[in-house]
């Protein structure tokens, strides 16, 4: 009888671990993993440096070989470690210790706002073009300003005094600003912009000169292509690649690309597995990729070590994304167990 | 001390759950007119003949997946409508049926083709370039909203692959795995090659899903409804990555386009949206 009980208990025990498991792994993909990116006022733009320049110099490709920019992800063991490799996951990962973004004007609300953050762009434009350096694009997001740039005599120019002269005209669009603020804290509260959310509206809003001056930002992203190259050369590199894809001339080997790297160049991701497979290192699959390019516009190469952890993320199995169904399943089992036992002799010896 | 366990084990239980039970919408119960965001499954049958016992349908696979967004073509001056869902939800040789939420059809000699649930799977269009299905059917059974898990969305516009902006453009997608989640975008390439097959016009950000929230719509928010983005395809999950197959791409490769909410006058059955007020009050 004791084994009986002991028996039963630990079926009890597993069973509410199971549930409990269960229901953390639902709760994480349907509460925490939204929650976590919900915006702490005090807690933006909270870093030492008021002007990051991200340029060719401070990232660390593993190999520079024709004009290639080459980026081994397969030596990369962990999330982080693969978060920091590339150009592009760098900025990314920027961003997210900035927890801030760019806002496009699309995002917002106000006509007004919008026709003052076009004027405040074509400011920023003028500043730079001043300076004699040609700018791609120019983002902007609440109390940060992210500027492209194409390559030029850029060192000697800019220091952290660029950035006062940028503050000077953002500072002057506070409509603006709000609209930045309610667009930002809306987008991260979905939608709800309630009671709370005004708060730290005001917050913002009520911030000093000199407070708004310590949070705000500057990033410059400098392109490795000078305007010229970048509009003589990125279309005709895209156009060429793209067309060797349809024609089913592109190499096994070359897993995907045709993106425009965060430093302008064109992005090509190769498998590791594959070369091997077919006895190429980098160097040499990429002068064969040169050959079939027929021109040296820069390549941003990535490479991967197999491409299995790559998923589609359809589920074949029914039900098994749904574990609330198990754990109401278990509740019922512990339910119907817990009457029998109770009404059961064992129990009452 | 066992039964105290057991007496401990329901409070427990309801504690965990009811961050769960509190959800608004579910994007697993039946939903008309369809609209994208919700639970659809798709069914590959077979017809199978014996000579002493008959013919019957026998289903050889099953898999959920998420309604992406509801579209339209325009063939000879008339405009066709539909709605999109993940292509690798269904078989890209054999034929697939679509129900949605689940397949509620009879268990026995069953015809796969009955059931109120069943939505479509003969007049589709499918690109694998696209990673999509459209399914054609009529304009009544199709809505310009997206479920969101505070309520229903008016699709307003969509944005193509070149406005997309890496660093800039900040995601959300709708699955029935994980509900809504955020991210930003990572990069773009024009064309990627998952599982052996080539897609076009992907785009990559950093939310999280998983296993079911294939197809689901991605989409920004702006005002009181969603600019749509894209449509979910899968993710680089070691790594934390997720990928997503642009409208652009439906477009090029199907001859389709979203179905805007700014050509309809009213919004769709069901429970109401939430009051705009409410998230834009100011």
């Not at chain 2, 769960?20 to 069914?43: C, F, K, N, Q």
């Not at chain 2, 003949?49 to 339209?72: F, R, V």
């Not at chain 2, 997608?173 to 390439?189: N, P």
């Amino acid at each position: 009888m004791l084994i009986n009980r002991s028996i039963l208990c630990m079926v009890f025990v597993l069973l509410t671990i199971t549930s409990i498991v269960n229901a953390i792994v639902q709760y994480q993909y349907t509460v925490a993993i939204n929650n976590t990116t919900l915006f702490d006022t005090f807690n933006y733009n909270n870093v030492d440096w008021r002007l990051f320049i991200l340029s060719y110099n401070n990232t660390s490709p593993d190999d520079v070989y024709m004009n290639c920019y080459i980026y081994k992800l397969y030596n990369a063991k962990t999330r982080e470690e693969y978060w920091n490799k590339d150009p592009d996951l760098l900025y990314a990962r920027l961003l997210s210790k900035l927890n801030n973004f760019g806002i496009q004007p699309v995002l917002i609300h106000e006509p007004e706002s919008r026709i003052q953050y076009t004027s405040l762009v074509n400011e920023i434009k003028v500043l730079f073009e001043d300076l004699g350096i040609d700018i791609q694009q120019v983002n902007i997001g609440l109390d940060l300003v992210i500027v492209h740039v194409f390559r030029s005599q850029f060192d000697s120019q800019i220091n952290e005094d660029i950035v006062d002269r940028i503050f000077d005209h953002y500072i002057k669009y506070n409509e603006l600003r709000r609209e930045l603020a309610y667009t930002r804290l809306r987008y991260l509260y979905k939608n709800t912009c309630d009671d709370t959310c005004k708060e730290k509206v005001n917050i913002i809003m009520n911030m000093s000169i000199n407070d708004i001056k310590e949070r705000f930002k500057v990033i410059i992203i400098e392109k490795i292509v000078t305007k010229e190259e970048y509009t003589m050369y990125f279309n005709e590199t895209l156009n060429r690649l793209i067309s060797l894809v349809r024609e089913g001339k592109m190499p096994e080997w070359v897993i995907g690309g045709g993106g425009e790297s965060v430093l302008g160049a064109v992005e090509i991701d190769l498998r590791y597995d594959k070369l091997e497979e077919y006895g190429l290192d980098e160097r040499k699959a990429i002068t064969y990729l040169r050959q079939l390019i027929g021109n040296d516009y820069p390549l941003q190469i990535r490479i991967f070590s197999n491409v299995s952890s790559m998923e589609l993320w359809t589920n074949r199995k029914s039900s098994e994304t749904y574990p609330i169904w198990q754990l109401y399943i278990a509740f019922i089992v512990i339910a119907v167990l817990a009457i029998f036992l109770k009404r059961s002799r064992l129990f009452r010896k | 001390m066992c039964i105290r366990i057991i007496a401990i084990i329901p409070i427990i239980l309801l504690v965990l759950l009811s961050p769960l039970l509190i959800a608004d919408y579910d994007p697993t119960d039946r939903y008309r007119p369809l609209r994208g965001g919700i639970l659809v499954e798709t069914g590959y049958w077979e017809y199978y003949c014996e000579p002493m016992i008959g013919c019957w349908w026998e289903i050889n696979g099953l898999s959920d997946s998420t309604l992406g967004y509801t579209a339209y073509k325009n063939i000879g001056g008339e405009d066709i409508y539909g709605f999109v869902i993940a292509g690798h939800a269904v078989d890209y040789e054999s034929g697939w049926y679509i129900y949605q939420p689940n397949y509620d059809g009879p268990t026995v000699n069953y015809v796969p083709v009955t059931g109120e649930n069943y939505i479509g799977g003969i007049d589709y269009d499918i690109s694998q370039e696209a990673d999509a299905v459209f399914e054609d059917t009529s304009s009544e059974n199709v809505t310009p909203y997206i479920l969101r898990p505070v309520g229903f969305a008016p699709v307003n516009d969509y944005m193509e692959y070149s406005e997309v902006i890496p660093g800039v453009t900040y995601v959300y997608k709708m699955g029935v795995a994980t509900s809504e989640t955020c991210g930003i975008v990572t990069r773009k390439e024009l064309w990627y090659n998952v599982s052996g097959h080539t897609y076009e016009y992907v785009i990559f950000a950093n939310y999280t899903g998983y296993f079911g929230d294939s197809g689901g719509p991605v989409y920004i928010i702006v005002g009181s409804g969603v600019t749509l983005v894209g449509h979910v395809l899968g993710g680089y999950t070691v790594y934390g990555e997720a990928y997503f197959i642009s409208v652009t791409s439906d477009e090029s490769h199907l001859g389709i386009y979203p179905y805007c909410s700014s050509s309809i006058p009213s919004p769709p059955e069901g429970p109401t949206p939430e009051d705009n007020s409410k998230y834009f009050g100011r």
